[in-house]
């Protein structure tokens, strides 16, 4: 009598299995979201943006930023062609995979209500939607933009890393946030996260003072690096993956996620038929770079990685941060 191997220990159907990237680009998930994106961006293109309080500014220099994580992530999967996807067959072992996704998300679905009402956002401001950025940052005193980093420092980043730390015992492995490979990723996370936004930043910049390059480092690793990877990458990405059993559909579904918890940014308006038309355009925009983020993490294994492809642009802001902070 023979036994069935299990596909996920069959070494003839792993080397039949297609590679990450044929995975990505061929998925149902994967190629569903680019004709939505597209879509949304034709939109964008065309229609009359001046309904939305900060879309009026021209904005291919934003999708130019689009286009340079795509490099970033090509160069990416050449790096990490020898270590699997994190997914149903490689992925860490959770215990109760649907119930700890369903509690991260009921609990990410609170800090956002409550932050509504107290007018904190996920996002401090976009420099992505530079110049409209600054007029965010125009409306900001010390006590706002210290609060907005003690929030959600505490509650997306803190909170869930303690509890799925200590409380539910997972190790460092397990949250993906173990830093392996570091002569390969720290060189490509040094030079990925200055090219991601030392173009966009504005004269003001090399001016600011050292103190104030740091004081925005601190803030925003405090105050969005940190919870980003925390909420959606630590937890949220793996988890999707391993119930859905298909990295692409995780990554979409993650991006979507991170988009949701983006959904009362200054940027965005619900009010009329335009305003919310345009609004999802935008949104869909924000899934891409979520979709981004888990795609970094989910393909290295490495919930970090995905600072240097998606959030390093926040460093732009310093010349702001100087400002608001007087420093």
Known sequence: MTTALDPRHDPTAAAHRPGPA????????????????????????????????????????????????????????HLARDRPVVDHRH?????????????????????????????????????????????????????????????????LGAVPYLVFRY????????????FG???VWVPYFVVVGLLSYLP???????????????????????????????????????????????????????GLVYALLNVTEAFLAWDTPAQVALSLAWFVQLTFWGVVKAVTTLRTGNAWMHIATTHTIHLAEAPAVAQVLRL
């Open 22 to 77: 044929h995975e990505l680009l061929t998925s149902p998930w994967t190629l569903g979201f680019a004709v939505v994106w597209l879509a949304a961006t034709a939109w964008i293109l065309q229609t009359d943006r001046s309904v939305l309080p900060l879309s009026e500014q021209e904005p291919l220099w934003y999708f130019s930023g689009a286009l340079w994580a795509v490099v970033a992530l090509a160069i990416l999967f």
């Open 181 to 183: 490979r570091p002569r």
């Open 91 to 155: 992925g860490p072992t959770f215990r109760r995979p649907g119930l700890e996704l369903g509690g991260m998300l009921v609990w990410c679905g609170l800090v956002l209500v409550v932050g509504a009402r107290i007018g904190i956002s996920t996002h401090l401001a976009f420099v992505g939607l530079s110049p409209g950025a600054q007029a965010i940052w125009d409306e900001q005193t010390a006590m706002s933009t210290l609060a907005w980093c003690a929030y959600n420092a505490v509650l």
């Open 200 to 254: 966009v930043v504005t004269p003001a910049y090399w001016t600011t003072s050292a103190v104030a390059h740091l004081a925005t480092l601190v803030l925003f690793t405090l105050g969005s690096f940190l919870p980003i990877m925390v909420t959606t990458q630590s937890i949220v990405a793996p988890r999707i993956a391993v119930l859905t059993r298909s990295w692409p559909a995780a990554a979409v579904l993650t």
């Open 167 to 178: 409380v539910l015992r997972y190790d460092a492995d397990s949250l993906l946030l173990r």
